[in-house]
């Protein structure tokens, strides 16, 4: 069973910075996609960065390109996601998902997720 575990959210002033840290209990991490999402109040969950299998290639949307950085340690089956310049408005709960193969931008595209992590950004 494939169990993914969120932490490193918290609360920052903006221009801040946080590390957010996704563990996944799954055998054979190098073989999964990951992506990281974000939901705030009364919006829908949107897509915030992914990297492929391995800690291959990295996808960013544009309103974090620049800022934050995904990264993996297939060591430790974990992924991590750097957060620079955080503005008010990247005030969410955080989710890591995973899937097999490839990174998609779509959350239904992705198989397993965690729990998620708050992260507030006070103005």
């Known amino acids: 069973q494939v169990q993914l575990v969120e932490s490193g959210g918290g609360l920052v002033q903006a221009g801040g910075s946080l590390r957010l840290s996704c563990v996944a209990s799954v055998r054979t991490f190098s073989n999964y996609a990951v992506g990281w999402f974000r939901q705030a109040p009364g919006k829908e969950r949107e897509f915030v960065a992914a990297?492929?299998?391995?800690?291959?290639?990295?996808s960013y949307a544009d309103s974090v390109k620049g800022r934050f950085t995904i990264s993996t340690d297939n060591a430790k089956n974990t992924v991590y996601l750097q957060m620079n310049s955080l503005k008010p408005e990247d005030t969410a709960i955080y989710y890591c998902a995973l899937r097999y193969g490839y990174y998609r931008s779509k959350a239904t595209e992705y198989d397993y997720w965690g729990q998620g992590t708050q992260v507030t950004v006070s103005s």
């Open positions: 990297v492929n299998r391995g800690g291959g290639s990295t």
